[in-house]
């Protein structure tokens, strides 16, 4: 069983940043899809960005590209979302997320979540 934690959530001013981590146990994340998902009051969950299972290939939504960055390490079994130039309808609870098929395009493809964190980014 994989087990997902997320941290690094809070409240940050527009144009801030916040790095979220993901500390997976139990399943080496390198043989996983692994990626962040998140959801804001009254919508739907939404990808924000995965790492293919195979190889180092990324998928980002196009509302954060340029400014969010996912990344891995192996090591430390752990995910990262590094969020810059933050907006206020960043605001959501972001999940974490890992699949055991190579991509995470939609929520029906993750087998795992994390708990969830709340980010806030006021104006």
């Known amino acids: 069983q994989v087990q997902l934690v997320e941290s690094g959530g809070g409240l940050v001013q527009a144009g801030g940043s916040l790095r979220l981590s993901c500390a997976a146990s139990g399943r080496t994340i390198g043989t996983l899809a692994v990626g962040w998902f998140r959801q804001a009051p009254g919508k739907e969950r939404e990808v924000v960005a995965f790492?293919?299972?195979?190889?180092?290939?990324?998928y980002y939504a196009d509302s954060v590209k340029g400014r969010f960055t996912i990344s891995r390490d192996i090591a430390k079994n752990t995910v990262y979302l590094q969020m810059n130039s933050l907006k206020p309808e960043d605001t959501a609870v972001y999940y974490c997320?890992?699949?055991?098929?190579?991509?995470?395009?939609?929520?029906?493809?993750?087998?795992?979540w994390g708990q969830g964190t709340q980010v806030t980014v006021s104006s």
């Open positions: 790492i293919r299972r195979i190889g180092t290939g990324t």
């Open positions: 997320a890992a699949g055991t098929g190579m991509v995470l395009t939609s929520t029906s493809l993750a087998d795992y």
